[in-house]
C-alpha cells in the first residue's frame, strides 16, 4: 500500500535555526513528489516537485531534495514568517496523489 | 504558479440545507479536479476526482448521493453538500492540474479552501 511519513509531527526553531522536515514514503512507481506549505485556514501551497532521486531544488530559506526512500526539506536561518504546516505528497503510477499527515513548523523569533 | 478559486471561503448552514462550493481555475484549463476534505491537524483526504464532461470518480467510504459534483467546464466544479448535517462541518478544499503541464505529471494547485459549518 502506497504511504506516506512525515516527520517530526511538529517542530519548534529558534529564528536563525536550520533544521530538516522529513517525508519518507513507499509508493508503486513514483511520479512525482510534492512539497505545500499550509498556513492556517487557507488552502496549500505548492512549494517543489521533485521527480527522480539525487534531484534537488531551492527556494529562498528552503530546499528540498529527494532520495529513492525519503525526501528532506531543509530550512536555513528560517523566520518567524516559515511558521506553517509543511505537507509531502507523493503520485504514484496509477496518478493518485497521497498526502502525509504534515509538520507543524514552528519559529519563534 | 496556476490560480485557483474556491468561493465560499466561510459558510453557515443549518442542519437539512445543502451547499455549495465553487472551485475555478483562473488562468488555465483542467479537465480534472479534486476535491479534499481535512480535518483539524490532519492531512487532506481526498474525497472524489471531478473529470470535465463526466461523472465524478468518489474515493471509498465517499457518499456519491451526498455530496454532489459538478464539473460542467474546463474551468469550473462544484460541489454540493446535500442535507448536511454537523458531522459534514469540515474545510473543503480543491485542486486542479494545469492539462498542458507535463502530460499528466503536473503538479496541484489548490484553491483557498471552504470552511464548513453546520449547527
Known amino acids: 500500500e502506497d504511504q506516506v511519513t512525515q516527520s517530526p509531527e511538529a517542530l519548534r526553531l529558534q529564528e536563525g535555526e536550520s533544521s530538516s522536515l522529513n517525508c519518507s514514503y513507499t509508493?508503486?512507481?513514483?511520479?512525482?513528489l510534492f512539497w505545500y506549505r499550509q498556513d492556517p485556514g487557507k488552502g496549500p501551497e505548492f512549494l517543489f516537485t521533485?521527480?527522480?532521486a539525487g534531484e534537488e531544488k531551492e527556494k529562498e530559506r528552503l530546499k528540498a531534495t529527494l532520495t529513492k526512500k525519503e525526501s528532506f526539506l531543509h530550512i536555513t536561518a528560517p523566520k518567524p514568517e516559515d511558521s506553517a504546516t509543511y505537507l509531502c505528497a507523493v503520485r504514484n503510477s496509477a496518478s493518485k496523489i497521497i498526502f502525509g499527515s504534515g509538520t507543524r513548523l514552528s519559529i519563534r523569533p | 504558479g496556476a490560480v485557483v478559486s474556491q468561493h465560499p471561503s466561510r459558510v453557515i448552514c443549518k442542519s437539512g440545507t445543502s451547499v455549495k462550493i465553487e472551485c475555478r481555475s483562473l488562468?488555465?484549463?483542467?479537465?480534472?479536479m479534486f476535491w479534499y476534505r481535512q480535518f483539524p491537524k490532519q492531512s487532506l483526504m481526498l474525497m472524489a476526482t471531478?473529470?470535465?464532461?463526466?461523472?465524478?470518480?468518489?474515493e471509498q467510504g465517499v457518499e456519491k448521493d451526498k455530496f454532489l459534483i459538478n464539473h460542467a467546464s474546463l474551468t469550473l466544479s462544484t460541489l454540493t453538500v446535500t442535507s448536511a448535517h454537523p458531522e459534514d462541518s469540515s474545510f473543503y478544499i480543491c485542486?486542479?492540474?494545469?492539462?498542458?503541464?507535463?502530460?499528466?505529471?503536473?503538479?496541484?494547485?489548490f484553491g483557498e479552501g471552504s470552511r464548513l459549518t453546520v449547527l
Open positions: 509508493v508503486s512507481g513514483l511520479r512525482g
Open positions: 521533485l521527480y527522480s
Open positions: 471531478s473529470n470535465e464532461g463526466s461523472k465524478a470518480t468518489y
Open positions: 488562468d488555465f484549463q483542467a479537465t480534472t
Open positions: 485542486s486542479a492540474r494545469d492539462r498542458t503541464s507535463g502530460g499528466g505529471t503536473g503538479e496541484l494547485f
